[in-house]
């Protein structure tokens, strides 16, 4: 009696060994579920679990364990969707990512990490194993193999799940995965891109330069990191660096496309237009694309080369023009559907509609088609006819569908700027054209209506023009547009308003076509700045030298460059005359005490637009231009602070700092020479 039950204790320990091992002896002592797992047999798993089969059952362990020793994917997959538990776990210690691991399945290991197995419990039991086995170095070694798979596959989804998160916009999560990614192998240079990359998308730009830095530490060569880099230092307005970095990245991979876009994007930032659209043109060398040409289009259009601009932009439209009937297909249940018509194109034109099942092409059942069969058979040349077998509810229709020459939406954005380039040129007709198509193709699209605006504008539609212009926000061309036509309607106040909403930063002299808009806006205001250096010029011969600082201050408001300085001259000679008119009003000084407090805590950007706002109800007080030109100095905006601290200097000429101030000039100056 001891003897057989020591013979059962063997052949049981047997078993489970050889399960564990994936004999295939071991197959008879499993359930039904549990040999068809073992075996493969994905059919035979699916109907024992649809008659009510548990998909936890434990003979010596589970399913999942089974199908995982022999590395059957598909089944482990199955197992998992219908409730498996991936942590299920002997009173030895055996669990399906034991098993897989130290068999070295890493496509299983992979899978039961993903779906939550409890890797640190794992390990611990493998580690323990290791141990036990000591004396069989075979088996040892056999273990760590497994442990280390565990961890490099464990390392390798974290920054998997970091870069999924990230293109989902998920950024945070993106984040906090790298960084579990970065707690287990702190070595590996692309977890920290990856930091970079998200932290930028939140806009911590100073985390993300931290990130990109240890990146390049980790890997000298890492052209992405170097990029990222730059993307973080250009965002924070940090250009130079920002194409430093760019440029390092670009050296490295002569390829790295991205890193030419940015390059562009933040050489327009800095109106550099030339060397923007040279790194765009490398861009199009090396993939031509639509985003490509739309890009090199507005370098040229904001330098004023409207020829070239149109030529870029029509090799853009050029790759979003199609021929064909202007349907986008599916199949759906074996089923050729209509998933969507394309605006005022052909097949809607044949009273096609969304949903249509699309039976026969020419006759041909779809039945069994791919979808490049389908496109295929679809496009054709313009003018030439296909017929189309409908089924739509219960009813078969047949519809002749004539081909055309199809611009798609994506187009609208580049014959908007087209509309805007034609309108510079003079030619108002092609100008209104392009903007109607433009907003028939995407009604929504900044540019169309841009463009829509600016041709009702220069058609004296005004109310039309401002309706499509006040819809885009934070665009000085379209807040220069809508102010002329506020002036054009007599409505100065409303429109002067609008063009001192303009951050300055964002009005640049190269900037040929808002140069010219500026300009045509200015000219529109000239009646009203006449009137009020008419009034201030009454005012001063009476001694209303006060009410006469007030007229001057709105002429200043609207006043082109030429006009600006004549007024600047009359402003600061009463105040040369009458010193104590020079005070700065209540609700100009409350700017300027917000901007100094922004200076305190380091915040330049936010402080120089406060100072701004003072100087716009107080630009005869001199001090507030010469805080102004400081602050932008530290932004190494050397332009406006040169800009400012002259006009300081002609308001004070003879402050006791205006030695000093002169001296600021040169030093900018030379800084501005260094940049170069």
Request: net charge neutral.
């Amino acid at each position: 009696m001891r003897r057989l039950k020591f013979l059962v204790t063997y052949v049981l320990i047997l078993t489970i060994f050889s399960f564990l091992a994936g004999c295939a002896s071991s197959v008879y002592y499993l359930t039904p579920l549990q040999r068809a797992a073992n075996k493969g047999d994905i059919n035979a798993v699916k109907a024992l679990l649809d008659k009510g089969a548990d998909v936890n059952e434990w003979k010596y362990g589970s399913a999942l364990m089974a199908a995982s020793d022999q590395s059957n994917t598909d089944v482990v997959k199955l197992l998992i969707d219908r409730g498996a538990d991936v942590n299920a776990m002997s009173q030895g210690g055996s669990s399906a990512l034991g098993i897989a691991a130290e068999l070295g399945h890493a496509d299983i290991v992979e899978i039961l990490i993903d779906k939550g197995a409890n890797v640190d419990k794992v390990i611990m039991v493998l580690k323990q194993r290791a141990i036990t086995v000591a004396e069989f170095p075979d088996i040892v070694a056999k273990v760590n193999r497994g442990i280390n798979l565990i961890k490099e596959t464990q390392k390798n989804l974290s920054n998997k799940y970091g870069w999924a998160y990230y293109l989902k916009g998920q950024y945070q999560d993106a984040i906090n995965s790298f960084k579990q990614a970065v707690s287990l192998d702190p070595s590996i240079s692309s977890n920290f891109e990856g930091l970079s990359a998200s932290y930028t998308a939140l806009k911590q730009y100073d985390e993300a330069i931290t990130a990109a830095k240890r990146a390049i530490e980790l890997k000298a060569d890492n052209s992405t990191a170097h990029r990222y880099l730059g993307v973080a230092y250009g965002a924070k307005k940090q250009y130079d660096e920002a194409i430093k970095e760019l440029k390092k990245a670009i050296e490295i991979d002569p390829k790295d496309n991205p890193a030419y876009i940015w390059t562009g994007t933040f050489l327009m930032e800095k109106n550099d237009y030339k060397e923007a659209a040279a790194a765009y043109k490398k861009n199009i060398e090396i993939e031509p694309s639509i985003n490509g040409y739309s890009i090199l289009a507005t370098a040229y259009y904001s330098m004023g080369r409207y020829d070239d601009a149109i030529a870029a932009i029509n090799q853009a439209i050029e790759l979003q023009t199609i021929q064909g009937v202007g349907i986008f297909p599916d199949f759906k249940n074996g089923y050729l559907l209509v998933k969507g018509l394309v605006n005022n194109g052909p097949a809607k034109k044949a009273d096609m509609l969304t949903g249509d099942t699309i039976l026969e092409i020419d006759g041909k059942p779809t039945t069994g088609w791919k979808m490049e069969n389908v496109i295929k058979s679809l496009k054709g040349t313009a003018g030439t006819q296909v017929l189309l077998t409908i089924g739509r509810k219960d009813n078969k229709l047949k519809k002749t569908v004539t081909r055309e020459k199809i611009v798609q939406e994506g187009a609208a954005p580049g014959i908007g700027i087209r509309s805007l380039i034609y309108r510079h040129k003079g030619d108002l007709n092609e100008a209104f054209s392009d903007a109607g198509t433009a907003s028939t193709l995407q009604p929504f699209d900044g540019y169309a209506r841009i463009s829509l605006g600016a041709a009702y504008l220069d058609r004296g539609q005004y109310e039309e023009s401002i309706k499509q212009l006040s819809s885009i926000k934070d665009n000085p061309t379209a807040r220069l547009l809508e102010a002329t036509a506020y002036v054009k309607q007599g409505k100065a106040i409303e429109a002067a308003t609008i063009y001192l909403s303009i951050p300055e930063e964002e009005m640049s002299p190269k900037n040929v076509p808002q140069t010219n808009d500026r300009t045509a806006l200015l000219q529109t205001f000239k009646p009203f700045v006449k009137e009020h250096r008419d009034k201030a010029g009454s005012c001063e011969s009476k001694g209303q030298y006060k009410e006469a600082l007030a007229e001057l201050s709105e002429a200043l408001k609207t006043a082109d460059d030429t006009e600006a300085q004549a007024i600047q001259e009359a402003m600061f000679s009463i105040i040369n005359r009458n010193p104590s008119l020079a005070e700065v009003p209540e609700d100009a000084r409350k700017y300027a005490l917000r901007g100094e407090v922004l200076v305190k805590e380091g915040s330049f950007e936010q402080a120089v637009s406060e100072f701004k706002k003072a100087i716009q109800i107080a630009p005869y007080a001199a001090r507030l231009y010469y805080n102004t030109a400081l602050m932008n100095a530290e932004l190494k905006k050397y332009p406006e602070a040169i800009r400012y601290m002259k006009i300081y200097c002609k308001a004070a000429p003879d402050a006791p700092d205006a030695r000093a101030a002169k001296d600021e000039i040169i030093k900018w100056e030379f800084m501005m020479e260094k940049g170069r």
